[in-house]
């Protein structure tokens, strides 16, 4: 078997099959709020997970936005039905077990018949691929609006990274995958900063308004 990289890997060593590589196609149905929260009560979504999935959604919507007034082709609509479906899995993957990402992408697709809105979901914890916000803005944006929310506090990437050390007790031994996900997160952010001419850590992400 070849080796394979990190272009095709994510931080636990399991080759993934490429992503879709389209920011929106108009033919695809796109899930609305109504929509998805309906999906979130057939799924039994903890109140709390549903707390954490609007602030994702908050946060990632408003990137998107700046992403429009940046020149970018972003869909709205799209990146956030992807942040409010993110955690679709994470309750029964909670009572039962398994990964709530894989679930909740599988899930997703066959829910809505998009595959950007599943991508994200299947993705949000690490991006295995080549960071190209033009390529991939749906799916980067929901992982790095994932990690700006520690349950349902907005914080920086470093205190979202520390949080999980502490809460699961993480030895040291394991905690190089964490801090590869960190790293990966901070090099997004900073992809981020620099195309929307956004400073994200002086931002409220509501309303544009800066903290």
Known sequence: MPNQTLTNMNPYGSPLPPPPGVLYDPVLPVPDDKTCFALWEQFDMLDNVAEHSLMVAQVA???????????????????????????IAKTYCIRHGGSHSQLGGSWTLELTGNPVVAAGVTHHIYWPFELDLHKYFTQLVVIYADKRVNHTTLVTI??????????????????????????????????????????????????????
Not at 61 to 87: C, I, N, Q, Y
Not at 162 to 190: C, F
């Open 61 to 87: 919507t408003f990137l998107a936005e700046h992403a429009v007034k940046a020149g970018l082709p972003v869909d709205v609509g799209t990146v956030r039905a992807s942040a409010l479906m993110h955690d």
């Open 158 to 211: 470093h205190e979202r990274f520390q949080d999980l050390i502490v809460r699961y007790g993480i030895p040291d031994h394991y905690q190089d995958r964490i801090r590869k996900t960190e790293l990966q997160a901070l090099n997004l952010e900073a992809m981020l900063c620099n195309t929307l001419k956004v400073d994200l850590n002086a931002c409220d992400f509501d309303s544009g308004r800066m903290v």
